[in-house]
């Protein structure tokens, strides 16, 4: 089983920074990626950015480009979400994921940021 820890999430103006970090435990040796969402008001959950280890590939959604930088380390297995200039719409909560196999996902529990304008 694997299991994920999020924190690092709180409540901040806009323009400021938060860091958020994901460290999974158990059996990680398989996990392959870790991906951060947003969850907001309306409870869907959208891709923020993610980490491919295996194919050496990241990925940010156009909304925090330039803002965001997902960083990790594969041994680890661990992410981190630097969030800088945060605006009001990114007030949220963000769950890491982490692929453990094919089609098969695991969740942290979840951490919410507020930004206020």
């Known amino acids: 089983q694997v299991q994920l820890t999020e924190s690092g999430g709180g409540v901040v103006q806009a323009g400021e920074s938060l860091k958020l970090s994901c460290a999974a435990s158990?059996?990680?040796?398989?996990?392959?990626?870790m991906t951060w969402f947003h969850q907001g008001p309306d409870r869907e959950r959208y891709v923020v950015a993610s980490?491919?280890?295996?194919?050496?590939?990241?990925y940010y959604s156009e909304h925090v480009k330039g803002r965001f930088t997902i960083s990790g380390d594969n041994v680890k297995k661990t992410v981190s979400l630097q969030m800088n200039n945060l605006e009001p719409y990114d007030t949220a909560i963000y769950y890491c994921?982490?692929?453990?196999?094919?089609?098969?996902?695991?969740w942290g529990q979840g951490t919410q940021v507020t930004v206020s304008s």
């Open positions: 994921r982490a692929r453990v196999a094919a089609n098969t996902y695991v």
């Open positions: 158990g059996r990680t040796s398989s996990i392959d990626s």
């Open positions: 980490l491919n280890w295996t194919a050496s590939t990241v």
